[in-house]
């Protein structure tokens, strides 16, 4: 069972930026693509981004593209999600989950969470 686990969270003003990273256990971390993920007070999860088990192939949620960038270290089997421009929208819990396979199909586990909030 892959745990993972999510780190960087915080307090930013609007316009600033945040790196979260997101650190698995375990040897196949590169077998299997990867994405973010966020739930906000009162509504559903959403996705953010994804990116498949090499890096060449990502994916963002239309609020999110042009600001915030995923990516993945395979080394240090380590996910990344750099958000640039933040808004107050952007505040959420935010989630990273793996999935079964080299491309992105369904969420297989997830972390624990790592809050962001952008104040105006």
């Known amino acids: 069972q892959v745990q993972l686990v999510e780190s960087g969270g915080g307090l930013v003003q609007h316009g600033g930026s945040l790196r979260l990273s997101c650190a698995a256990s375990?040897?196949?971390?590169?077998?299997?693509?990867m994405g973010w993920f966020r739930q906000a007070p009162g509504k559903e999860r959403e996705f953010v981004a994804r990116?498949?088990?090499?890096?060449?192939?990502?994916d963002y949620a239309d609020s999110v593209k042009g600001r915030f960038t995923i990516s993945r270290d395979n080394d240090k089997n380590t996910v990344y999600l750099q958000m640039n421009s933040l808004k107050p929208e952007d505040t959420a819990v935010y989630y990273c989950?793996?999935?079964?396979?080299?491309?992105?199909?369904?969420?297989?586990?997830w972390g624990q969470g790592a809050q962001v909030t952008v104040s105006s």
């Open positions: 990116i498949n088990w090499s890096g060449s192939n990502t």
């Open positions: 375990g040897r196949a971390f590169s077998t299997y693509a």
């Open positions: 989950a793996n999935s079964y396979s080299r491309s992105w199909r369904e969420v297989r586990s």
